[in-house]
């Protein structure tokens, strides 16, 4: 049983395109994330929801938008896809308590904007 | 902003070998945790070691141990025994309680039979 599922694992558009990638999580946890892999490996955090409630929301374009319909699910839906959205994008989950501080992650799905 | 640093893009390791991967983070906490998560070419992130702040006791698993040096602010990783399925990109991270996980830029490990 995958803890941490994402759909597509892979996704190839055209620019101007909106796509949406879901995670859900099957471990209990209270909070998710998505994160965004660039084409040089470096890992950084989109947004995070903690029951539901946005919790970190860094500097992203509007054109990305996460919505969070309960604990165990969280959506990224990207509209008028460009270039520099081609990345892996990772979902992840943790919980609040008892706090191991340890994200459980996604397999990723890779975006290719063309 | 917490940061963190690994000095090393690549490293190599000889099979059986032992390899040490280097980190520091910056941050003016006293309580956080430090991870080294393994990303092999499936691109799966693997949690390697966690590390409490507040444990002065060095973590291991197994083949792996970490060498944790609070006011230095030095968190590296050794892996004892290299196996060619240790090959994969390692990242280093920080993470405050209840706060986002701050990723380092990655060392890709090469292991040669």
């Known amino acids: 049983d995958t803890a941490v599922s994402q759909t597509p694992k892979y996704l190839v558009t055209q620019m101007g395109n909106d796509k949406s990638i879901k995670c859900e999580q099957n471990l209990g946890h209270d909070t998710m994330y998505w994160y965004k892999q660039d084409s040089k490996k470096f890992l950084k955090i989109m947004f995070s929801?903690?029951?539901?409630?946005?919790?970190i929301n860094e500097t992203v374009p509007n054109r990305f938008s996460p919505k969070s319909p309960d604990k165990a699910h969280l959506n990224l839906h990207i509209n008028s896809l460009e270039l520099g959205d081609s990345a892996v994008y990772f979902c992840?989950?943790?919980?609040?308590?008892?706090?191991?501080?340890?994200?459980?992650f996604g397999e990723g799905s890779r975006l290719t904007v063309l | 902003a917490q940061t963190v640093t690994q000095s090393q893009p690549e490293m190599s390791v000889q099979e059986a070998e032992t390899v040490t991967l280097s980190c520091t983070y910056d941050?003016?906490?006293?309580?956080?945790?430090l991870f080294w998560y393994k990303q092999p070419p499936s691109r799966q992130m693997i949690l390697v070691i966690r590390q409490e702040a507040y444990k002065q006791q060095n973590a291991t698993e197994n083949r792996f141990s970490v060498n944790f040096q609070k006011a230095a602010k030095s968190f590296s990783l050794k892996i004892s025994d290299s196996q060619l399925g240790d090959a994969a990109m390692y990242f280093c991270a920080y993470r405050e309680y209840g706060n986002k996980l701050v990723f380092g830029a990655g060392t890709i490990l090469r292991v040669k039979s």
């Open positions: 929801y903690n029951n539901k409630e946005l919790i």
């Open positions: 992840a989950s943790s919980q609040t308590f008892p706090n191991t501080g340890e994200l459980f």
């Open positions: 941050t003016s906490e006293s309580d956080y945790y």
